[in-house]
Structures are given as C-alpha cells and as structure tokens.
C-alpha cells in the first residue's frame, strides 16, 4: 500500500490505495469558488498562518487540499509548523 499524503495539525490523510490496478477518477476543484479567493488573498498577502487556519475551519476534501498545495507549496511548511 502506497501513502500519497501524510500531513500533521489537522489536515487530512489521503486514503491508502490497496488496488494499484483501481484508477481514482479525477476530481475537479474549482479554485475560484469557496475559500480558493480568501486564502489566495490572504497568502498573497502574506498572511500565511491565517490562511492555513482558514483552510483548516473550512473542512476541505482531500481534493480541494491537494488544489491548495499545488497552487501553494509553501502550506505544508506552514501546517508543519
């Protein structure tokens, strides 16, 4: 079993994938809808931990983190912190 993410301070774990034959369907994430306009407002501005707070408040799918970290790599040293 592969872990794609592994994360601490509240974000979620991906799941395990036991069947590596089993393609996951992809997932749409619309990045300018939700919280993806405040927390690029607030990271912009560099508001970091409060953006990650925001983040966190709002319960996101593993989908919508996985948007997150690709627009923002810097929100795994954040959480991390």
């Known amino acids: 079993m592969a872990r794609l993410f592994s994360f601490s301070k509240g974000v979620p774990e991906m799941a395990d994938k036991s069947d590596k034959n089993e393609a996951a369907e992809p997932v ?3 990045t300018q809808a939700g919280i993806f306009p405040k927390f690029r407002q607030l990271w912009n501005g560099g508001e970091h931990r409060n953006a990650v707070n925001l ?3 709002s ?3 593993e989908a919508e983190w996985a948007a997150l970290i690709a627009e923002f790599p810097g929100v795994i040293e954040v959480v991390n912190q």
């Open 28 to 30: 749409v994430v619309d």
């Open 55 to 57: 983040a966190n408040a």
């Open 59 to 61: 319960q996101l799918s």
